[in-house]
């Protein structure tokens, strides 16, 4: 773009010309454009960092009507450890299994429930720093060829941060093993974590599955 950010000989060129306001969007643009170039981005970043001008620019960005910027989930670092983490997942072992059930009733919530595989191990005694869900696999489901309703949530007042839907089918026509890839919002350090399901059916309704997450860098 003419008026945009753009890169000479490594050097991050931000025109005089553009406003505030210009220069935000040019740089939603541009971070945009670079991560989604993994070679690359990294040093994109860093020279963009460099720019005098880039912390006046990220306190319009916070004060955006609106706006629920936070300084410790929402930053090009923070994006960068999105990029490119370790995965954890839940259960750990081959051994254990993590079930969700729903009500018994077509339609219904169940209750929530606080999310514990098949060993009472506790996806929320993992949590020991804040993190993030990242995507949910599916390996079965006791009803075929009907859809289920999951949500994921934390805390007493149960804040959710995932709503996923999906179908379970036979394995010949549709394969019961779906990975939902999602960015959930983030979990705190120390809350418990909970789920609930609703099926389309009555009756007895469950899903095996496993969670991938990651922690944020301390």
């Not at 971070?31 to 960092?49: F, G, V, W």
């Not at 941060?161 to 983030?186: C, M, W, Y």
């Amino acid at each position: 773009m003419s008026r945009g950010i753009e890169t000479h000989s490594g050097i991050v060129i931000i025109p005089h010309a553009l406003t505030k306001e210009e220069i935000v969007e040019a740089i939603w643009e541009y971070a945009e454009r670079i991560l989604t170039d993994p070679d690359n981005y990294k040093a994109d970043i860093s020279e963009l960092l460099k720019e005098a001008i880039f912390n006046e620019v990220m306190d319009v960005i916070k004060n955006r009507s609106g706006s629920s910027f936070s300084s410790d989930k929402d930053s090009l670092e923070t994006a960068g450890d999105e990029s490119h983490h370790t995965t954890m997942i839940f259960p750990y072992d081959s051994n254990l299994t993590l079930t969700f059930t729903a009500h018994a009733d077509a339609h219904e919530w169940s209750s929530w429930a606080e999310i514990i595989d098949s060993a009472t191990n506790k996806l929320s005694d993992l949590f020991t720093m804040d993190g993030h869900l990242t995507a949910f696999l599916i390996e079965d489901a006791n009803l075929k060829e009907k859809i289920y309703i999951f949500e994921i949530a934390y805390g007493d007042d149960k804040t959710i941060v995932s709503r996923n839907r999906f179908i379970a089918g036979e394995t010949v026509k549709l394969p019961p093993i779906q990975q939902i890839r999602v960015r959930s919002d983030h979990i705190p350090t120390g809350e418990k974590i909970y789920y609930r399901m609703k099926c389309e059916q009555a009756g007895s309704k469950t899903c095996q599955l496993h969670i991938r997450y990651y922690m944020h860098r301390a």
